[in-house]
Every structure is written in C-alpha cells, then in structure tokens.
C-alpha cells in the first residue's frame, strides 16, 4: 500500500521560505512520478508541481509558482522535496504529495503552510 507522510510546513511571514518533505513507503519510489498539489480554504485542489520517474526530465511548476518553488527527489531516501522561496499569502494552504493518480486520489495526509504578517 502507498503512504505518503508531508512535514515542514508552518507558519511563515510573506517572502519567506520553507522547505516541504514528503517520505514514501509501501512502493518503490524510484519507479513513481509525483507531484505537489496544495487546497487553500474553501478552495479546490490545485496542482502545484511533477517530478518525473526519469531524471533525465525537467520538472514542470504551476505559472503561479514558477520561478519561486523548486521539487527534487532523492531516491535513496524515498523522499520527495518542495522548496518554496519569496512565499505569497496566496500561498496559504494545505500541501499534498500525491502519485500520478485521478484526481491525485492517493496523497498524504497533508501539511499546512500559513504566509501571514
């Protein structure tokens, strides 16, 4: 069975950081591409980022975040990375990682992030 545990989250003044985790198990990570989705309140989901199983791949980002938050992976840790820099308020909102499934059925459990003054 899939799980997928997010840590890092918190609560963050507008153009902070953060730097999200997400560790897998139940699966062979290596063979699974991922993504970040976030839901701010009251809001659907929105799909934030993908890493490719190939490393070979580029990552593709959200217009909205482009050029602020960066994904990684490391395959030898099961671990999936966002860093997320110069933070908006608009960022606020619950992160996911999540697999390649409909409508990003299979995610974690979430952690919160909170860009507030």
């Known amino acids: 069975e899939v799980q997928l545990v997010e840590s890092g989250g918190g609560l963050v003044q507008p153009g902070g950081s953060l730097r999200l985790s997400c560790v897998g198990s139940g699966f062979t990570f290596s063979t699974y591409s991922l993504n970040w989705v976030r839901q701010a309140p009251g809001k659907g989901l929105e799909w934030v980022s993908r890493?490719?199983?190939?490393?070979?791949?580029?990552?593709f980002y959200a217009d909205s975040v482009k050029g602020r938050f960066t994904i990684s992976r490391d395959n030898a840790a099961n671990t999936l990375y966002l860093r997320m820099n110069n933070l908006k308020p608009e960022d606020t909102a619950m992160y996911y990682c999540a697999t390649d499934s409909p409508m990003y059925k299979v995610r974690g459990q979430g952690t919160q992030v909170t860009v507030s003054s």
């Open positions: 890493i490719d199983r190939a490393t070979d791949k580029r990552p």
